[in-house]
């Protein structure tokens, strides 16, 4: 069996059967497992060597690379079982309180506001995990599984052919593992306290945190403010083994009077920030007059470049595999986030609509003059506009009927 070598101990987890092709491929006599009794990570499931190779022209900045084994893949399969384990009787009540979700900005008659995306560089050290994860009430078996998980990882360098010895990884979580996101947001809880000390409101979304807060344009502290926070916020990720990524922080100024100039800088050690006209936001371009007309010229740009690439193959394909192609390369990207579109002009949107009707001819493989209403018909495709508030009572409908997720349902009173 696979698990043969896992220590059997208390508290068992339960493990989803094995696929019926792994079954068939596999011994005659082998039964699945059904129940994992392991408390600690096998030793050599944390040895999986973790390739770092350096892109051209910047020696200094590396990538991880997992290469794949089957031990990894069995490490993963602990992981995910084991993730329940952190949400259930080990944890005391309350003791886990996660930034998550999108927050509800009320923009103050009068009032600009400011937006500032900062990314980080480098991971959590594994004992100090361990240690926040003790401190925020998680004991037991839950606490023992964590801390195997985290401990007595090793690593090795591919360079040019050549591989190193094997060396000890002291920090950090494995890359494309199933608990790191979660582990990384708890290591972050502490970042809290600090960012609010200072008067702003956040929200965390992996290793990206964004601040935001309303100021008078008068204002005269408002960028000692911004100094103070983003100072004290680099001096609590050199303190948890972080580095505050310079280059990927934007500061983001949306002001309430369009006549408002906000020609300032922050310094910040030895680097200084302006303002940018645009920041991506999870993949949304927002502009300082929250227009949008960045973020569909980008996404447009993008849709016309997929639907060259299934132009160029359409005689190759089916009318159904055409029509799935365009649904997930290029409706994908038109219904993301569109919610965030409603109540723009017509004229705004409008190129969205022009790919929407570029795809529809693409699917039936029309000229570019045909009509495109009776293929939008056929395909039951709603135009832009009508996409965007369905989107928006959708997300109405799941709010007020308690099936939408928490951050949204505490925007309703």
């Not at 990524?245 to 009077?257: C, G, Q, R």
Request: include cysteine; glycine fraction near 6%.
């Amino acid at each position: 069996m696979l698990l043969s070598s896992v220590s059997l101990l208390a508290n068992p987890v339960e493990v989803p059967p094995a696929p019926s092709a792994v079954r068939r491929g596999g011994v005659p006599d082998a039964r699945p497992s059904t129940r994992v009794y392991a408390q600690d990570q096998p030793l050599c499931w944390a040895r999986c060597p973790c390739v770092v190779i350096p892109p051209s022209g910047d020696p200094t900045c590396v990538f991880f690379h997992g290469t794949a084994s089957l031990a990894i893949s069995l490490c993963l399969s602990l992981a995910e079982i084991s993730l329940p384990s952190l949400l259930r009787s080990d944890l005391n009540p309350g003791g886990l309180s996660l930034p998550q979700g999108f927050p509800y900005v009320a923009l103050p008659y009068g009032q600009s506001i400011c937006v500032i995306s900062t990314c980080y560089l480098l991971c959590a050290g594994c004992g100090s995990t361990a240690f926040t994860l003790r401190k925020m009430g998680i004991s037991g078996t839950a606490l023992q599984r964590f801390k195997s998980y985290l401990s007595d990882r090793s690593f090795r360098v591919s360079w040019r052919g050549e591989v190193s010895k094997s060396q000890q990884l002291a920090t950090g979580v494995p890359q494309g593992s199933v608990l790191g996101p979660l582990l990384f947001s708890i290591y972050m809880t502490s970042l809290g306290s600090v960012i609010q000390k200072h008067g702003f409101s956040y929200y965390c979304y992996d290793d990206d945190t964004q601040l935001y807060f309303s100021f008078q344009p008068d204002d005269p502290t408002v960028f000692a403010h911004i100094s103070a926070c983003l100072s004290d916020i680099s001096s609590w990720m050199n303190d948890h083994h972080l580095q505050l990524n310079l280059t990927k922080t934007e500061l983001l100024v949306v002001p309430a009077n369009p006549s408002f100039h906000h020609n300032f800088s922050i310094q910040l050690g030895s680097s200084t920030m302006t303002p940018s006209r645009t920041a991506r936001n999870l993949g949304v371009v927002m502009d300082h007059q929250l227009s949008f007309t960045d973020d569909i010229a980008t996404m447009t740009r993008s849709c016309r470049f997929a639907l060259y690439n299934i132009r160029k193959i359409r005689p190759f394909l089916s009318e159904q595999a055409t029509q799935l192609l365009v649904q997930a390369l290029v409706l994908s990207r038109l219904d993301y986030c569109n919610a965030l579109l409603a109540g723009l002009p017509a004229c705004t949107i409008k190129p969205l609509q022009l790919i929407q009707n570029a795809a529809a001819r693409v699917v039936f493989n029309e000229s570019k003059t045909a009509h495109v209403t009776p293929l939008l018909i056929r395909l039951r495709w709603l135009p832009v506009a009508a996409r965007i508030k369905f989107k928006v009572l959708m997300l109405a409908y799941k709010t007020t009927t308690g099936t939408a997720p928490t951050y949204q349902r505490s925007l309703v009173q």
